[in-house]
């Protein structure tokens, strides 16, 4: 079982910057892909970032390509979202996700993952 904690979520302004983090208990994450996902008022969740098992490589949505950076610290047992040059629709409840088996092709589903946080938000308004 893994228990994931994320934080970071605020208030912030269009071109401000956030990092978020999960922390999790339970099992170390060196062999979990973990992703992030969004979801704002009225839609789906959707994938933002993944890292891969290991570290073997990292994924993005087109939408957080060239801002947003997924990064983890193993000896801290967390993974981090870096998210610069913030813009409104980036508005939404940010959650993180993790699981062992998740294959290439499914990093970006949701229902790839069975472990959840309970989400951080995060509102990007002037």
């Known amino acids: 079982q893994v228990q994931l904690v994320e934080s970071g979520g605020g208030l912030v302004q269009p071109g401000d910057s956030l990092r978020l983090s999960c922390t999790a208990s339970g099992r170390t994450l060196t062999t979990y892909t973990m992703a992030w996902f969004r979801q704002a008022p009225g839609k789906d969740r959707e994938f933002v970032a993944g890292s891969r098992r290991n570290g073997v490589s990292t994924h993005y949505a087109d939408s957080a390509k060239g801002r947003f950076t997924i990064s983890r610290d193993n000896a801290k047992n967390t993974v981090y979202l870096q998210m610069d040059h913030l813009k409104p629709e980036d508005t939404g409840v940010y959650y993180c996700?993790?699981?062992?088996?998740?294959?290439?092709?499914?990093?970006?589903?949701?229902?790839?993952?069975?472990?959840w946080g309970q989400g951080t938000q995060v509102t990007v308004s002037s």
């Open positions: 996700a993790a699981d062992r088996s998740v294959i290439l092709s499914s990093v970006a589903s949701a229902s790839a993952y069975v472990f």
